[in-house]
């Protein structure tokens, strides 16, 4: 992960991920650290663009979306400001007085629980860096991308099977790359119930998560749980991994769900994808499934039974459509610009 040349221009990709144990409940909302530790996988295909260029003169740090069209249309105001606190923020961690043009451009749906802010900041803070001419290691690039809000964009700068862990060390603040992405080639199914961006954002639901009776009990089993993950990571043990991260993902919607105010994700469609997923394991298929902070399912299985799976699916009444992704690699800055 290096850089382009000072006062130049750089475009960065990077992937989503998928948390097999969820980051729920933040300690310190300023620094952006987490109540526990969490693991994902990195994916390959739910990607985000972002290009980065420094403005001449006095202008202000300007925030484009590219559409699937390839046009260029000003970022709605929420959006924009995100960036722009996080272009002030790099900039200041670089020590310049600067402002940029940036775009930014998704290949999946937005802020529907697919991670896309994790993807986004990420692209973001590697496309930053590289165009105020910057290279760092990918800890503090972890640390970096972290530093937006996202928290899981801290997992994202790196490529493969990724820990954030949560201790009071210097440990917390990055991601650590538990197994590159050849170590085990696992799919993810995603079976899109609802494409439109979440009612409630993560960020309410980190803070609302301490008011769940289930969040202390939550705290209790997940040392058991990440180590089960760990391990079945290192024996790249589908059996091992599957119902520890089924558990995880229904424990967390639990804690939302009974939250003061409740917090819902799920929709009928959701259920719909977990019974599927239960009719296929007695099937014999190895599939085991986890949901994000949105309505949508991730289906891991191996890539035997990804066409299996995603054909089964893709036929539910409320699976409007399937994304077909897998494990991926770390972000990566490319020659083509989004201007
Ligand atoms: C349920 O605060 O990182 O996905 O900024 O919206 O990406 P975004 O959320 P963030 O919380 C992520 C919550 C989660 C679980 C996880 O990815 O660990």
Not at 32 to 55: D, G, H, K, Q
Not at 248 to 253: G, K, N, R, T, V
Not at 264 to 283: C, I, K, M, N, S
């Amino acid at each position: 992960m290096s850089a382009g040349s000072r006062g130049g221009k750089a475009t960065a990709a990077a992937a989503a991920n998928i948390a097999f144990i969820k980051y729920w409940g933040i300690r310190d909302e300023a620094l952006v650290l987490p109540v526990n530790p969490s693991i994902s996988m990195t994916l390959r295909s739910c990607r985000s663009l972002c290009t980065a260029e420094l403005l001449a003169g006095d202008r202000p740090t300007e925030v484009l979306l590219r559409g699937d069209g390839g046009e260029l249309a000003p970022a709605p105001e929420a959006f924009a400001r995100g960036v722009e606190a996080q272009v002030e923020r790099l900039c200041e961690w670089a020590g310049e007085a600067v402002s940029m043009r940036i775009a930014a451009h998704n290949s999946f749906p937005t802020g529907a629980g697919l991670a896309s802010s994790a993807a986004g900041f990420t692209a973001l803070t590697v496309a930053v860096v590289g165009a105020l001419g910057r290279q760092v290691e990918p800890r503090e690039m972890s640390v970096l991308a972290r530093l937006s809000g996202s928290g899981s964009a801290a997992r994202s700068v790196f490529g493969g099977y990724v820990e954030w862990p949560a201790g009071p060390s210097d440990d917390a603040g990055h991601g650590v790359q538990l197994a590159p992405p050849e170590y085990w080639q696992l799919c993810n199914v995603i079976a899109i119930v609802d494409p439109t961006p979440k009612s409630v954002s993560s960020r309410a639901g980190h803070r609302a998560a301490p008011t769940s009776p289930y969040y202390e009990r939550r705290q209790r089993d997940l040392p058991g749980r990440l180590e089960v993950v760990r391990r079945a990571i290192a024996a790249r043990d589908l059996g091992l991994l599957g119902p520890a991260i089924e558990e995880d993902a229904i424990e967390l919607h639990l804690v939302a769900m009974s939250s003061r105010p409740p917090i819902f994700y799920w929709q009928a469609g959701t259920l719909a994808v977990l019974e599927a997923a239960r009719r296929l394991r007695a099937d014999g298929v190895e599939v085991y499934c986890t949901i994000d902070a949105g309505p949508n399912v991730h289906l891991i299985c191996g890539p035997d039974d990804e066409a299996a799976v995603a054909a089964t699916v893709e036929t539910l009444d409320h699976v409007r459509y399937v994304i077909r992704d897998g494990v991926g690699g770390p972000p990566t800055l490319e020659d083509e610009h989004l201007f």
